[in-house]
């Protein structure tokens, strides 16, 4: 958290953004802009889905699949540019898929509960199962997928 702390008081947009780090708090604020930028692919996906007339749920895995592909390439090149995936480049994407199809079960399940059971607008849904969803990704990637480089 230090470290973090002192590149947003220096404002090190470099340290920030791209200079690589296996700091894990400065890994999650990269993240959380990833999968910003990934999340509004992904809505936009859905939102688009949707207006052209299919349920919102076939927008949700469309929106996943556009988002998925956005995240996977902006995080190896900004999150994870210093950590080894565990497995071969194949492997790491099978493996970031499978995670994100879990997030992507958490995220159908969450979307469909505040929708038809809270009776949420689908779009506050999926914002709100975006956030919830955006912690289990990169935990899990994070623990599951990536090693630390050797020093």
Not at 93 to 116: K, W
């Amino acid at each position: 958290m230090r470290e973090l702390l002192s590149l947003l008081r220096r404002r090190d947009v470099q340290g920030l953004f791209r200079r690589p780090t296996t700091n894990a708090m400065v890994q999650f604020f990269r993240y959380a802009f990833v999968g910003g930028f990934a999340a509004l692919v992904d809505w936009a996906v859905v939102w688009l889905v949707e207006r052209l007339g299919a349920h919102y749920q076939v927008g949700v895995v469309c929106g996943f699949f556009a988002g998925l592909t956005v995240n996977y390439l902006l995080s190896k090149w900004l999150v994870f540019q210093v950590e080894k995936a565990r497995t071969g480049a194949g492997g790491e994407f099978l493996g970031y898929a499978l995670i994100g199809a879990v997030g992507l079960l958490l995220t159908m399940g969450l979307v469909h509960a505040l929708t038809e059971w809270v009776g949420l607008f689908f779009m506050v849904s999926k914002i709100i199962a975006t956030l919830i969803v955006l912690v289990w990704n990169f935990v899990a990637r994070k623990l599951l997928l990536y090693r630390k480089a050797p020093q």
